[in-house]
């Protein structure tokens, strides 16, 4: 592509996401700047099931995404006519809520006569590394070719990006994303949801030697897994309830997250020298954990770009971030186009 992005025309586009249990809307312009962004959570609603219930996420989207939409046009001081395209999440998520988003962006696009852009989330999470806003330093863009690491509740993924739009899948989890054995392990170790930010927590203050978890580094595979992982810990935890002791909930957090940590670094940074990139990108909410970001930070081999924590987790900044790119390069959906909830990024 090289060239053909530069220069690259100025456009504005107003991005919504409903793929999970956020609704949110934003504007951004250029594919850089940040000109409005509204996230309503469904966290605290969901916590009681201990994951997210979709009908329920379902239902909450319809409540909710007409106020942020909106809130996001107010923000920016702008009227849907001031936009050049509506980009929204096609996929992948959980239908119920993806076919909320899709369909308000139909309705917009049809009343307003915009063009209307799907896109994948995971490729969003990864435009959210060239975000900024007005009053923050912007930093410095990632370049190409580009390891990308995206951790999140339902996804691991390691992709080699050449340039703008252009992804190889070099591989994937084979069973438990990261997230979701954040998730799962907070569980059994009683604590709460979501499990990522509780284990963060608790590993603060525990000793992430105390137990010698298994790594799967899966040798002559870019693949993850952390099913083994995960297995390994219920073990432990039933071994120590059975001898009657108290569960040491610290140490078992912190030994978990190194465990992953350590995966996730190590085949990301091995994947940089193999394919020789230039930098590595991490996105996704997992990437917001603390221990995982201060790895990256650690290592001095490849410049790193993570976005900040705001921006790790589910946002409609990121899809209007990636929309950009999408509608400079020409791509228009039709009206009639329909959820993709096991979309694969490229």
Aim: charged share 20%; proline share 6%; glycine share 10%.
């Amino acid at each position: 592509m090289g060239n053909k992005w530069t220069p690259l025309p100025p456009a504005r586009i107003l991005g919504i996401e409903t793929s999970c249990d956020e609704t949110a809307a934003s504007i951004v312009e250029n594919g850089r700047l940040i000109l409005s962004s509204l996230v309503a959570s469904q966290v605290e609603l969901h916590a009681q099931f201990g994951g997210v219930f979709p009908e329920v996420a379902s239902r909450q989207h319809i409540r909710t995404i007409y106020p942020i939409v909106e809130g996001a046009l107010k923000q920016a001081h702008l009227d849907l006519g001031e936009v050049d395209a509506i980009a929204v999440t096609r996929g992948p998520g959980l239908p119920g809520s993806l076919v909320v988003g899709v369909n308000v962006a139909k309705g917009l696009a049809l009343g307003s006569g915009l063009p209307i852009i799907g896109i994948n989330h995971l490729e969003a999470h990864v435009y959210s590394a060239w975000l900024t806003t007005a009053d923050a330093q912007p930093s410095a863009e990632p370049r190409f070719p580009l390891v990308v690491l995206i951790v999140s509740g339902g996804h691991s993924e390691l992709v080699l990006m050449t340039d703008h739009l252009q992804y190889q899948r070099l591989g994937g989890t084979l069973d438990d994303a990261a997230g979701e054995a954040f998730d799962k392990v907070a569980r059994l170790l009683g604590l709460s949801y979501p499990g990522g930010p509780s284990i963060q927590k608790a590993a603060e203050e525990g000793n992430p030697r105390t137990f010698d978890l298994p790594r799967a580094w899966l040798e002559d595979s870019w693949n993850f897994s952390f099913s083994g992982l995960k297995t390994a810990v219920l073990r432990e935890v039933r071994r120590i309830q059975e001898r009657g002791r108290p569960l040491p909930v610290h140490d078992m957090a912190a030994s978990f997250q190194a465990a992953v940590v350590d995966v996730l670094v190590g085949k990301t940074l091995r994947a940089a020298e193999t394919f020789k990139a230039r930098d590595i990108l991490v996105a996704g909410g997992v990437s917001a954990n603390q221990a995982l970001r201060q790895a990256f930070t650690k290592q001095k081999r490849f410049p790193v770009h993570i976005p900040p924590i705001w921006l790790c987790t589910d946002n409609a900044a990121m899809i209007a971030g990636a929309g950009y790119y999408r509608f400079v390069h020409g791509q228009q959906d039709r009206a009639d186009m329909d959820v993709l909830p096991n979309w694969a990024l490229g």
